[in-house]
């Protein structure tokens, strides 16, 4: 990862898969306009790396083990009000994502769309825009 840069959206990444990691964190490298600041895989670590990091985006999956993805978006968002999360999972029912909206949680994103659609999502997150539900 390189140095913190404040023109470039800053980006969290917290998923249990290292293919999920891997593959965002190649994405985002070839886009100059984000940078992935931290890489956790649960919910715990989580919050400690929003604490020293504070990125503008972090993109949560629903399922984590221990500390679930709803549960870490609680606890982010109780410390740091204007945090910008987005959830994604490959399979959530729409109980699950409408508690991680009501959590604070942007939007919801299937982890199975396409990588462009990913970074529009990450940027809207960081505009503040309305997001639709996409997945």
Same mark, same amino acid.
């Given at each position: 990862? #390189?140095?913190?840069?404040?023109?470039?959206?800053?980006?969290?990444?917290?998923?249990?898969?290292?293919?999920i990691?891997?593959?965002?964190?190649? *994405?985002?490298?070839?886009?100059?306009?984000? $940078?992935?600041?931290?890489? *956790?895989?649960?919910? $715990?670590?989580?919050?400690?790396?929003?604490?020293?990091?504070?990125?503008?985006?972090?993109?949560?999956?629903?399922?984590?083990?221990?500390? #679930?993805?709803?549960?870490? *978006?609680?606890?982010?968002r109780? $410390?740091?009000?204007?945090?910008?999360? *987005?959830?994604?999972? #490959?399979?959530?029912?729409?109980?699950?994502?409408?508690?991680?909206?009501?959590?604070?949680?942007?939007?919801?994103?299937?982890?199975?769309? =396409?990588?462009?659609?990913?970074?529009?999502?990450?940027? $809207? =997150?960081?505009?503040g825009?309305?997001?639709?539900?996409?997945?």
């Amino acid at each position: 990862m #390189t140095a913190v840069t404040s023109s470039r959206i800053l980006v969290m990444c917290v998923d249990d898969h290292p293919i999920i990691r891997q593959g965002l964190s190649a *994405v985002l490298a070839n886009d100059s306009k984000m $940078e992935l600041v931290a890489e *956790v895989t649960n919910g $715990e670590d989580a919050i400690g790396a929003y604490r020293k990091h504070r990125p503008h985006v972090t993109l949560m999956d629903l399922h984590l083990p221990g500390m #679930t993805g709803v549960e870490a *978006v609680v606890a982010i968002r109780r $410390e740091f009000r204007d945090a910008r999360i *987005v959830v994604m999972a #490959t399979d959530a029912d729409d109980a699950q994502i409408q508690r991680a909206l009501a959590a604070g949680a942007r939007a919801f994103m299937h982890k199975g769309m =396409a990588m462009i659609e990913v970074l529009a999502i990450i940027h $809207e =997150a960081h505009a503040g825009a309305a997001i639709p539900q996409r997945g």
